[in-house]
């Protein structure tokens, strides 16, 4: 199948298709860093002071936290030393993979979507010696702004292939741009590159758009990876199946954040006017100039005279109290309306009824019901993307270095936490009441479950509390405890018992 070529002579940089798209990236990356100032110009326009509340970044953040804030368990279904687990435990440990997927889930729910890119090398490209810096399989985070995804032309939620690209000044010369792409198809990469032409700059001389011009012939390369799939996963914060593009969580509420920020700027206004009010007092206590008239600059004295001294009590000037209440109540309609769309309960960020104490883990659980439900739609999606990272970086090793390769290739199994803090009282009643009386749970499996053990190191847990019953029972049972008549040694009862004890025998002969 023949693939329109997307970079040719003439094209505009950023791709026209993708412009829209690109835009959107960049806007919510600001919105999340809490820069809202470039966002919502109009608002700064109509406040003499603007005051932004980061609720875009707080959402972004809540959503990574409870996906990728305890860390995932990545099983290959087989014994703990098994040469598949340890290659698993391997890729794991070496690309950080805990921490750059709770980045890729911070990334997925700003912007929508989330790109690994899997390859076999250096990290650094040869500037440190291979002894610090060996070969070995790579896992890493694309900027989506430089990730343009082809699909197929009978699927638009299918990617074939994806073209990374980016524009790179040449010697630092202002003028001088040269478009460097690098294309990810099935088994092969395709590198290129092409000369750029400023197009379109801002009122600051950044460049907004180029245009592309003549390709480098001599920049040409192609690169057989051995794998039968792209080297780039796209993992979408969610979709809908339609287009490949993945919803973000931020762009729905943007008129919500708008008017927030406003509301906030106004109620800070109205506060700052009233901390330095105006005055009005009866007439006669101004002072007059050599006419006999009043002067006074409101402006600078903040002073107004009424007629009449028996008209009015000396008092400031302020807005009435109602406006402001009724800006405060609006406030918090504003708040709910927010976390009610962005389905965050306001426990979950320590609003109202946040308290916890005395509560369950299961009345916590049911008060979250509703993040946690948007936390599983996203999980789904990042764990199908998972696996196939760890399968592409299984298939990329054994045909960059099959001599270290000494283990079959597996699938693996990815577990979640839930986020939530675990309740081990409860979830210890709980397994006590399913392992006693009619039992429908392992003792292997409630290990499991409570301290999230794997399954041979829950059996290694069994045997030791399977050893230490036997012990005790044998010390119990030990025989030097008792003298060879069963009763117990004089030398070893305490001094009490001794005293007794021959009374007693004393007795014994007085009888006889």
């Not at 590198?191 to 592309?212: A, W």
Request: glycine fraction near 6%; charge should be negative.
């Amino acid at each position: 199948m023949e693939l329109k070529d997307l970079f040719v002579k003439g094209e505009y940089f950023p791709l026209t298709d993708h412009e829209e798209r690109i835009d959107r990236y960049k806007r919510n990356d600001k919105l999340a860093k809490g820069n809202h100032v470039d966002i919502f110009k109009e608002s700064l326009k109509k406040n003499d002071m603007y005051i932004s509340a980061n609720f875009a970044g707080l959402i972004t953040r809540k959503s990574a936290d409870f996906l990728f804030g305890e860390n995932p368990i990545i099983s290959s279904g087989k014994s703990e030393k098994s040469k598949e687990q340890l290659a698993l435990d391997r890729i794991t440990q070496s690309n950080n993979m805990n921490r750059l997927n709770y980045q890729q889930a911070l990334k997925a729910a700003t912007v929508g979507d989330a790109f690994y890119k899997i390859r076999y090398g250096t990290e650094y490209n040869g500037a440190f010696p291979e002894q610090f810096d060996p070969k070995r399989i790579i896992i890493e985070a694309v900027d989506p702004t430089k990730v343009y995804p082809q699909t197929s032309p009978f699927d638009k939620s299918k990617i074939v292939v994806y073209h990374i690209a980016e524009a790179v000044q040449v010697d630092g010369k202002r003028d001088d741009w040269t478009l460097y792409v690098e294309s990810h198809h099935a088994n092969k990469i395709v590198y290129r590159q092409f000369e750029l032409t400023v197009f379109r700059t801002d009122r600051y001389g950044n460049v907004e758009l180029f245009k592309i011009g003549d390709e480098i012939p001599s920049a040409y390369e192609e690169e057989i990876t051995g794998v039968p799939v792209p080297l780039v996963v796209h993992v979408p914060n969610y979709t809908d199946g339609i287009e490949w593009q993945g919803q973000d969580d931020i762009s729905e509420h943007l008129s919500l954040f708008d008017e927030i920020n406003n509301r906030l700027s106004q109620i800070g206004g109205i506060l700052d006017k009233h901390a330095d009010p105006a005055i009005a007092v009866p007439t006669g206590l101004l002072q007059e100039d050599g006419e006999g008239n009043t002067y006074f600059q409101v402006a600078v004295n903040k002073v107004f005279e009424v007629m009449g001294k028996e008209d009015i009590i000396p008092q400031y000037i302020t807005n009435s109290n109602p406006q402001l209440d009724q800006a405060f109540k609006e406030l918090e309609m504003l708040l709910e309306f927010l976390l009610s769309t962005t389905e965050i309960p306001a426990v979950a960020i320590g609003l109202k009824d946040s308290g916890t104490s005395g509560n369950s883990g299961l009345s916590i659980k049911w008060r979250m019901n509703s993040l946690l439900a948007k936390i599983n739609r996203k999980r789904q999606f990042f764990e199908d993307g998972l696996k196939r990272v760890y399968m592409v970086a299984q298939m990329l090793e054994a045909y960059a270095n099959p001599a270290i390769v000494d283990y079959e290739m597996v699938v693996p199994q990815i577990k979640f936490n839930d986020g939530l803090p675990q309740d081990d009282t409860e979830i210890a009643n709980r397994m006590a009441i399913r392992t006693n009386g009619s039992q429908t749970l392992s003792q292997k499996t409630a290990l499991m479950i409570m301290d999230g053990l794997t399954e041979e190191q829950a059996q290694a847990e069994i045997d030791r509390i399977n050893e230490e019953k036997e012990q005790a029972m044998q010390m119990v049972a030990e025989p030097s405890v008792f003298n060879e008549d069963g009763e117990e040694s004089a030398a070893e009862l305490p001094e009490d018992s001794k005293d007794n004890k021959q009374k007693q025998d004393e007795g014994k002969e007085d009888e006889e």
